[in-house]
């Protein structure tokens, strides 16, 4: 598990490596949070290409970062989720809250 940051104009980039669940949801949050709080930026971007498995605390994961930029008048965008990872966003009612976009990894301006 792992969270690359990039922060790019007004967006911070969160990419995460590996399964969330209950054991690496803590620290993901962690350290979006400590850049976000440091840069407050208008979006921040949940980049899910390589997380294959995310539960619950996945789903609090997403809530929480919407909570704290709705501090800041920010949004949420949800990258690249898989099937199953989209699926239960959208069950749990997020895809309201955050936005769902699509797009390849060479798209993503590194």
């Not at 209950?22 to 979006?32: L, N």
């Not at 709080?37 to 789903?59: A, H, I, T, W, Y």
């Not at 895809?95 to 060479?106: G, Y």
């Amino acid at each position: 598990m792992g969270v690359r940051l990039l922060l790019r104009d007004d967006t911070l980039t969160a990419r995460i490596t590996g399964e969330i669940d209950h054991h690496t949801a803590r620290s993901v949050r962690e350290e979006i949070d400590g850049a976000a709080q440091k840069v407050k930026p208008l979006r921040l971007c949940l980049d899910f290409s390589e997380v294959p498995f995310m539960d619950s605390s996945g789903v609090g994961l997403i809530l929480g970062r919407h909570r704290l930029m709705q501090m800041w008048h920010g949004r949420v965008i949800l990258e690249n989720l898989s099937p199953q990872v989209e699926k239960l966003v959208g069950l749990s009612g997020l895809d309201r809250l955050v936005a769902i976009e699509r797009r390849e990894p060479h798209e993503t301006n590194e």
